[in-house]
């Protein structure tokens, strides 16, 4: 008998397909269907997907988030007031900074807001289909791309864009290049129960030792989530000559066992995954005449908090208008990757360099103790860390950090988003 299958084939054509659901991919679609356009998204992964995640929306992310109409559904689920850190004898309350980007923040599990996000690209009009993996990328004679294969299906385009992930196996089809000289993490999450799930601040420890004492460059978190959990991960930076030397999982599981008092944890951390994060726009070939990477594929990432929900959310938007800007026949090889340089150039070579700095293993145990001993010094380090400084901010912090980050680009080694 012949099988069934439930699930929808892809057209024959669209006018844009996106690879990827992920944040990037669903809010690349939403502001291309809001604004006419014909969008079909594929994702490989049967959804609701999870993806290996600290699960935390920062002020900047709700930004987008209000921006795509859930911020309310987020803020609901848990509204979050700023950070407690602790490490090197001191416990710091900070909350986010006031500003452009608003005072609060939430956490929403991805296989939750991924699905959420999802739905929303569907309202606005996408064909989003799961359990499609795209296989093949196929060009014509210009360069530009035509079609993509998915097993046994071809899919014709006018616009391809790929969501595709810190992986981006399709991007690597097209020639985009990720370049681990400059500085990336590793990062493990987990979920546990807790009875602070509700907490409404972010736990961060910025002293984080492992088994044998020592001090890693990175950070251990709690992100309360407000449905019994939290997501507690830690992350570590590196670089292609400095690779972390530890073992994440193992890490994570010493963090939660340093944290378990404090965060009232019931039970052992489940569902531990790990994952590499590319930063700071350390890739190159992300853009060809009809197709541009975003979100991880783009190493949409800061280097200094390890988020890039708000960034895959943000190149979604940013990317839309550009599409829509350059109309049919449009040409995006260099307009993309100088889009993103405009926007995040001189935030991620800043953040670049000073997470480098963190690499370096005596760096963090001298600058670690004089950071936390001021509360104006960790409220400034957040909101710079958190890249919420703005164009119109005219504060000392502000032009120091502005100032910091066009020396920082012009003096950079690995131009970001090269074209
Ligand atoms: C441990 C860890 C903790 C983190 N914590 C945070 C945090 O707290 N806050 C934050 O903002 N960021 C955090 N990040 C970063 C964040 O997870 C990513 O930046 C974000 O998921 C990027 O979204 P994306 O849409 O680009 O990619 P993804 O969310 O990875 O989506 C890519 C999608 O592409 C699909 N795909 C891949 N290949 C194909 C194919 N060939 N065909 C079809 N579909 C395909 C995949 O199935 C996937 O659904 C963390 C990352 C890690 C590893």
């Given at each position: 008998?012949?099988?069934?299958d439930?699930?929808p ?7 844009v397909?996106?690879?990827g ?9 939403t502001w291309?269907?809001?604004?006419g356009?014909e969008v ?7 959804f609701p ?12 992310a709700m930004g ?6 859930l911020?309310?559904?987020a803020r609901?689920r848990i509204t ?5 850190l ?6 710091r309350?900070?909350?986010w900074?006031?500003g452009d ?11 939750v807001f991924?699905d959420?996000m ?5 309202d ?10 795209v296989?093949?990328?196929e060009k ?8 993509v294969r998915?097993g046994?299906d071809?899919?014709a385009c ?5 969501a595709d ?6 991007g690597?089809m097209l020639?985009?290049?990720w370049h681990?000289d400059?500085?990336?993490?590793v ?8 009875a602070r799930?509700?907490h409404?601040?972010?736990g961060?420890?910025?002293e984080?030792?492992d088994?044998?004492?020592?001090i890693?460059?990175g950070?251990?978190w ?8 939290v997501?507690?991960g830690?992350?570590?930076?590196a670089?292609a ?8 999982k193992?890490l994570?599981r010493?963090?939660a066992r340093?944290v378990?008092?404090s ?6 951390p489940?569902a531990?995954t ?10 190159s070939?992300?853009?060809g005449r009809?197709?541009?990477a ?15 929900i708000?960034?895959a959310?943000?190149?979604g938007r ?6 829509v800007?350059e ?5 995006l ?8 340089r405009?926007n995040?150039?001189e935030?991620f070579a800043?953040?670049r360099d000073?997470?480098?700095l963190?690499t370096y293993?005596?760096?963090?145990p001298l600058a670690?103790p004089?950071g936390?001993?001021s ?6 380090a957040?909101?710079?860390?958190s890249n919420?400084?703005?164009e119109?901010?005219r504060?000392?912090?502000a ?5 910091a ?6 003096l950079?080694r ?6």
């Amino acid at each position: 008998m012949e099988r069934m299958d439930p699930r929808p084939r892809p057209p024959a054509s669209t006018d844009v397909l996106v690879v990827g659901c992920g944040p990037a991919g669903s809010a690349t679609a939403t502001w291309l269907a809001r604004a006419g356009r014909e969008v079909t998204v594929l994702d490989a992964a049967a959804f609701p997907r999870d993806k290996t995640c600290g699960d935390g929306l920062t002020p900047r992310a709700m930004g987008e988030v209000d921006r795509l109409g859930l911020g309310g559904w987020a803020r609901d689920r848990i509204t979050i007031r700023g950070l407690e850190l602790r490490g090197f004898g001191h416990e710091r309350r900070v909350p986010w900074p006031d500003g452009d980007h608003g005072g609060v923040a939430s956490a929403v599990r991805r296989t939750v807001f991924d699905d959420r996000m999802r739905a929303v690209a569907v309202d606005a009009g996408s064909t989003v289909l799961d359990g499609v993996r795209v296989t093949g990328v196929e060009k014509g004679d210009d360069g530009e791309v035509v079609a993509v294969r998915a097993g046994g299906d071809r899919i014709a385009c006018q616009t391809l864009v790929l969501a595709d992930g810190v992986r981006s196996p399709v991007g690597r089809m097209l020639g985009r290049t990720w370049h681990r000289d400059t500085v990336y993490a590793v990062a493990a999450r987990s979920y546990v129960r807790s009875a602070r799930h509700d907490h409404p601040w972010i736990g961060s420890d910025l002293e984080l030792r492992d088994e044998a004492g020592t001090i890693q460059p990175g950070y251990g978190w709690v992100f309360p989530l407000g449905d019994g959990e939290v997501n507690l991960g830690v992350g570590a930076l590196a670089t292609a000559t400095r690779p972390a030397n530890v073992a994440v999982k193992d890490l994570l599981r010493h963090y939660a066992r340093n944290v378990r008092g404090s965060w009232a944890l019931e039970g052992d951390p489940h569902a531990v995954t790990s994952a590499l994060l590319p930063m700071g726009g350390a890739v190159s070939g992300l853009a060809g005449r009809n197709w541009a990477a975003v979100g991880d594929a783009a190493a949409c990432v800061n280097p200094l908090n390890g988020e890039g929900i708000d960034y895959a959310l943000e190149g979604g938007r940013l990317l839309a208008d550009l599409v829509v800007a350059e109309g049919p026949g449009g040409e995006l090889t260099r307009a993309w990757p100088e889009m993103l340089r405009r926007n995040y150039g001189e935030a991620f070579a800043i953040a670049r360099d000073a997470a480098r700095l963190l690499t370096y293993p005596r760096f963090l145990p001298l600058a670690g103790p004089v950071g936390m001993r001021s509360q104006t010094l960790m409220s400034a380090a957040v909101r710079c860390m958190s890249n919420t400084v703005s164009e119109s901010d005219r504060d000392l912090v502000a032009r120091a950090w502005r100032t910091a980050g066009s020396v920082a680009r012009r003096l950079d080694r690995r131009p970001l988003f090269a074209d």
